[in-house]
């Protein structure tokens, strides 16, 4: 088995010797398509991680009438906490919205342009699932006529789930026209190969080499070629994102960038598999027919 092997790994090799340039090509060609699906990869797990990191801050702001009175705002808040879809409630009376503004923006001449304080007495509702912030925004819309209005960040999550979906959903169409293009470019190199050796594998079917013994060393072939485009992806993918993070980071540091190790590994394993299946699907088709229409 061992020795079997062996003939099988040296064959492969003496073949892609005689192909140098075509295996070039084909590595390339599967590495520049597993570094784009990679970075769509990357950019839809960056999308998602900011949707989930904004939807964790997500809040439900209810702005009171300024006729509503104490007794009535704790009552407000009293019946807002008893809700099951409600994780903490938090009242921001005008007066300390006003001190914030004003600590915020100290070089602002407020007494100038403002006479009275205009910020509205605030309670903040926080929801145990994001999910139902929209419909919750609706019902407090009608629930209280101490209620003026209602504002939450519900839309901008929706615009973040959208653009995610459309980067996901065109990213793929891309990446499949550019996997079909490497599996055609893979069949081609192998098929040459084949070609090329045409004689040599007649004579070893003369003398009792089955098609599953001559396909083995292609079959290898196609094995190294995916390994190695998966391999040259990763790294080149590997390095420059994190010297995006690291960039990136510096610039704007309070952006939510996903640096997850266990994602990042899953993302990279992904790429790795697919190089693979790429080399060794395109080399099984090939010589398939190879050996159909030739021999």
């Known amino acids: 088995m061992m020795t079997d092997f062996i003939f099988f790994l040296s064959e492969a090799i003496t073949g892609m010797r005689r192909s140098g340039l075509m295996i070039l090509i084909s ?80 070089n602002m001449p407020l007494a100038d342009w403002v006479r009275s304080n205009p910020l509205p007495d605030t309670i903040y509702v926080k929801l145990i699932d994001q999910k139902d912030i929209e419909s919750m925004a609706a019902y407090f819309r009608r629930m209280d006529s101490l209620i003026d209005d209602v504002v939450y960040g519900g839309v901008i999550a929706q615009q973040i789930k959208t653009v995610s979906n459309f980067l996901r959903y065109s990213g793929f169409v891309l990446v499949g026209l550019l996997t079909l293009a490497t599996l055609l470019i893979v069949m081609n190199t192998i098929r040459l190969t084949v070609i090329a050796r045409q004689h040599e594998i007649e004579i070893m079917q003369l003398v009792g080499a089955t098609n599953q013994f001559v396909r083995w060393p292609f079959l290898i072939e196609g094995l190294i070629i995916g390994s190695l485009g998966s391999g040259v992806s990763i790294i080149i993918l590997k390095f420059f994102y994190v010297f995006f993070v690291q960039w990136f980071q510096d610039t704007i540091p309070y952006f939510p960038l996903m640096y997850d190790v266990n994602t990042l590994r899953t993302i990279y394993l992904m790429l790795a598999g697919m190089g693979v299946f790429l080399g060794v699907i395109g080399a099984f088709i090939a010589v398939s027919r190879s050996l159909k229409t030739t021999f």
């Open 27 to 106: 590595i390339a060609t599967i590495s520049v398509s597993l570094i784009v699906l990679g970075m769509f990869l990357l950019m839809s797990a960056n999308i998602a991680n900011l949707g989930d990191f904004m939807a964790s801050k997500l809040e439900i702001r209810l702005y009171l009438r300024q006729s509503a009175s104490e007794g009535g705002e704790s009552d407000l808040r009293a019946r807002i906490a008893k809700m099951k879809e409600v994780k903490s409630v938090k009242l921001v009376t005008r007066d300390q919205a006003w001190k914030k503004f004003q600590t915020n923006y100290p």
